[in-house]
């Protein structure tokens, strides 16, 4: 199976802040990488597919790069309603896989 | 509007099954694939199986030969049977449509979960 390891676990940030997250897998998985966001134990949301994409309706401060191995997740200015955990699933195979998690608090 | 709800979750003792429900509205279900996720307290999402649009099964490794996942697009429902159910599996389990019809497209739609404790 792939494995997926996001950095770092926990990052502390402001409101205004542009924050980045890393998403490696064990092998390549091409673009087949996607981000979502979840808080407070709710269902997770769909943010980014395809490493790049941006998912419809999701706001433009979001964006992903990266391909093969190493990934970004990128909030180029932290909102309030940002503060959540974001994981990485590689889709390019089953069983699909994802990253620990990575939960952005307010610092 | 999609919507997925769960139901089924509940109280079962060790070795025990239980059956997972999610009816599906707001989209052709018969043309995506679906899939189920689980989170244990205070854990991270863990990806469980997945049935594509054709019927297509796959399983993650923790309940291969114990879970069974099936659909009725007759009913636009999608299924876990869930057999020797062991503590590790307490969790939310969350019903989740995939964009596509086979595995090309993550999940783009989910359900608000159902909570499956496993205890004595």
């Known amino acids: 199976d792939i494995q997926m390891t996001q950095s770092p676990s926990t990052l502390s940030a402001s409101v205004g802040d542009r924050v980045t997250i890393t998403c490696r897998a064990s092998?390549?998985?091409?673009?087949?990488l996607a981000w979502y966001q979840q808080t407070g134990g709710k269902a997770p949301k769909l943010l980014i597919y395809?490493?790049?994409s941006l998912q419809s309706g999701v706001p433009s401060r979001f964006s992903g790069s990266g391909s093969g191995t190493e990934f970004i997740l990128t909030i180029s200015s932290l909102q309030p309603v940002d503060f959540a955990t974001y994981y990485c699933?590689?889709?390019?195979?089953?069983?699909?896989?994802f990253g620990q998690g990575t939960k952005v608090e307010i610092k | 509007e999609v919507q997925l709800l769960e139901s089924g979750g509940g109280l079962v003792q060790p070795g025990g099954s239980l059956r997972l429900s999610c009816a599906a509205a707001g989209f052709t279900f018969r043309s995506y694939a679906m899939t189920w996720v689980r989170q244990a307290p205070g854990k991270g999402l863990e990806w469980v199986s997945a049935i594509s649009s054709g019927g297509t099964t796959y399983y993650a490794d923790s309940v291969k030969g114990r879970f069974t996942i099936s659909r009725d697009n007759s009913k636009n429902t999608l299924h876990l049977q869930m057999n020797s159910l062991r503590a590790e599996d307490t969790a939310v389990y969350f019903c989740?449509?995939?964009?596509?019809?086979?595995?090309?497209?993550?999940?783009?739609?989910w359900g608000q979960g159902t909570l499956v404790t496993v205890s004595s």
């Open positions: 989740a449509k995939e964009g596509g019809m086979h595995g090309d497209f993550p999940s783009d739609y």
């Open positions: 395809k490493a790049s």
């Open positions: 092998q390549s998985i091409s673009s087949w």
């Open positions: 699933q590689q889709y390019i195979s089953y069983p699909w896989t």
